[in-house]
């Protein structure tokens, strides 16, 4: 570890986001301990240069002794519901996220460590054509919902005294497991359908970009600092699905009326994906130096499809 190098748990290690976090920690010379929950999954974790560590996000004696020997935490994992989205599904999924959340923050507020938690851009909720940014009361989507009350949960810590911040990406692209699976495939076999009429726009930010920040927001943040981290080109949905196909191979994207969707992925997962968000990234910019590589979906998407062809993971780590 380089000198100024701290020594950081990350949750969620071997995930889409928690590997390119994993990987931008360690380039930017800190000691990475990864938690994961299969250590069969974490070779490319130890090959770049982490430690890892197995634990459970619903036992928190599993993990919660790794945070006494860091300087820092940094949460990436997230359970997340598989098939179709229910209100139920939604409920008892956040029940287990708020109890991995609420025991690192009261840990870290404990022991005077900094928390860096993994918000997203659906707490502030639709707000069609008009801006948003960090200043946007939190009004959530339903999938957001959860991460809403996290956030205001870790806005009262904060006021006894945790150093936290706040990390709230937009919809995240790249090389990995999440896009490659649900959109990239999809794309490849003719079968990518734009929910709605694709009018609602989506902020984006390349996976890479988005680990940029993180390690940035680690070490130069102010305690109790929130950032939206996105590109700065928000996009009709239908217009950047219309991207990634065309760039894949012209195959066309097929339409998916509202209702259909709200049959078929339940409608917490239809409102959200229905959702329009343009969010401004001027203060991640301003506070922490950060600036996307890639500034646009446009940028974006060539290497990332250059990396999928060549069967690779991610653009630069090895996690999936």
């Not at 994993?22 to 090959?47: I, N, Q, Y």
């Not at 939206?228 to 191979?249: C, E, F, W, Y």
Request: net charge neutral; aromatic share 6%; with cysteine.
């Amino acid at each position: 570890m380089s000198s100024g190098g701290r020594t950081v748990l990350v949750t969620g290690a071997t995930g889409f986001v928690g590997s390119a976090v994993t990987c931008a920690l360690l380039e930017a010379g800190h000691d990475v301990v990864g938690l994961v929950r299969s250590p069969g999954k974490a070779r490319g974790l130890v090959v770049a240069g982490a430690r890892v560590a197995v634990g459970d996000m619903r036992d928190p004696e599993s993990y919660l002794p790794l945070v006494d020997d860091a300087d820092a935490v940094v949460h990436a994992a997230q359970l997340t519901p598989a098939g179709r989205v229910t209100a139920s599904k939604v409920r008892r999924l956040n029940a287990a996220n708020t109890l991995m959340t609420g025991a690192l923050a009261r840990r870290c507020l404990r022991d005077g460590k900094r928390f860096v938690y993994t918000g997203g851009c659906f707490v502030y909720g639709d707000h069609g054509a008009d801006w948003i940014d960090e200043s946007t009361p939190l009004s959530p989507s339903p999938m957001g919902e959860g991460d809403a009350a996290e956030i205001r949960k870790l806005r009262e810590l904060h006021e006894s005294g945790l150093d936290s911040v706040v990390i709230s990406p937009g919809f995240v692209y790249g090389p990995g497991s999440t896009f490659k699976d649900v959109f990239y495939e999809s794309a490849r076999r003719g079968r990518l359908r734009c929910p709605g009429p694709g009018t609602n726009h989506w902020s984006c930010v390349h996976v890479d970009d988005l680990a940029a920040a993180y390690a940035l927001a680690l070490t130069g943040a102010p305690a109790g600092a929130e950032y939206a981290v996105v590109d700065d080109a928000p996009l009709p949905l239908r217009s950047m699905l219309d991207r990634l196909a065309a760039a894949v191979g012209g195959t066309k994207v097929g339409k998916a009326p509202p209702a259909a969707v709200r049959l078929l992925a339940g409608r917490p997962a239809a409102e959200s994906l229905l959702t329009s968000y343009r969010v401004r990234n001027a203060k991640a910019r301003r506070e922490l130096g950060w600036a996307p590589r890639y500034a646009t979906v446009d940028e974006g998407l060539p290497p990332t499809l250059d990396a999928l062809r060549e069967g690779g993971e991610f653009s630069r780590h090895g996690g999936g």
